[in-house]
T-cell receptor, first 112, second 115 residues
Framework: SQELEQSPQSLIVQEGKNLTINCTSS?????LYWYKQKYGEGLIFLMM?????EEKSHEKITAKLDEKKQQRSLHITASQPSHAGIYLC????????????FGKGTRLHILP | EPEVTQTPSHQVTQMGQEVILRCVPI?????FYWYRQILGQKVEFLVS????????KSEIFDDQFSVERPDGSNFTLKIRSTKLEDSAMYFC?????????????FGPGTRLLVL
């Protein structure tokens, strides 16, 4: 089965600093998802990438997928307290209704 | 903006009791899912549902679990005889099903505690 390795597991960043979260798979990824989860709450969809080399941005968050579709990253620019939470990377298979396999998550703390 | 809703937000039950978790997917969505997250662990897939039948289920989804779409709006997960290890946050998700790769939108979850 596919496993997703997320790093780091935990990240403490000073407000205003940039940060990067990585997600790696040993297998080629199909649909690639980033979700954010506040502690004990639901998953909020951030972005989805499909194509090798693809990059998407929304506000101060940028997601990238490498050409081989095995590594993806999430980059936050000028972090704010509202960015705090758990970031989950997920991947699904080639079919439309495929389940999403999630990584363990990266817990992000923003220091004021 | 349309969203997936779930009820109840919290449920406490005695071991061996039946529980039904309810979800209202986004109205024009055709694919429905249940996931769960045991405290401190990964979000895990349980089951997917399309066209009134199960598309795929995980090893976790044994005979104690069942899903149903009793009407045009609700999607339920039933656990017949709860065990202590069923304590988790249960998430419902839905996606459009119109073609191509589609985003799954998650509900806020139901926190189930089995005593």
């Amino acid at each position: 089965s596919q496993e997703l390795e997320q790093s780091p597991q935990s990240l403490i960043v000073q407000e205003g600093k940039n940060l990067t979260i990585n997600c790696t798979s040993s297998k080629t990824l199909y649909g690639l998802y980033w979700y954010k989860q506040k502690y004990g709450e639901g998953l909020i969809f951030l972005m989805m990438l499909q194509k090798g080399g693809e990059e998407k941005s929304h506000e101060k968050i940028t997601a990238k997928l490498d050409e081989k579709k095995q590594q993806r990253s999430l980059h936050i620019t000028a972090s704010q307290p509202s960015h705090a939470g758990i970031y989950l990377c997920g991947a699904d298979g080639p079919y439309r209704d495929d389940k999403i396999i999630f990584g363990k998550g990266t817990r992000l703390h923003i220091l004021p | 903006e349309p969203e997936v809703t779930q009820t109840p937000s919290h449920q406490v039950t005695q071991m061996g009791q039946e529980v039904i978790l309810r979800c209202v997917p986004i109205s024009n969505h055709l694919y429905f899912y249940w996931y769960r997250q045991i405290l401190g662990q990964k979000v895990e897939f349980l089951v997917s549902f399309y066209n009134n039948e199960i598309s795929e289920k995980s090893e976790i989804f044994d005979d104690q679990f069942s899903v149903e779409r009793p009407d045009g709006s609700n999607f339920t997960l039933k656990i017949r005889s709860t065990k202590l290890e069923d304590s988790a946050m249960y998430f419902c998700a839905s996606s459009e099903g119109t073609g191509g790769r589609e985003t799954q939108y998650f509900g806020p979850g139901t926190r189930l505690l089995v005593l």
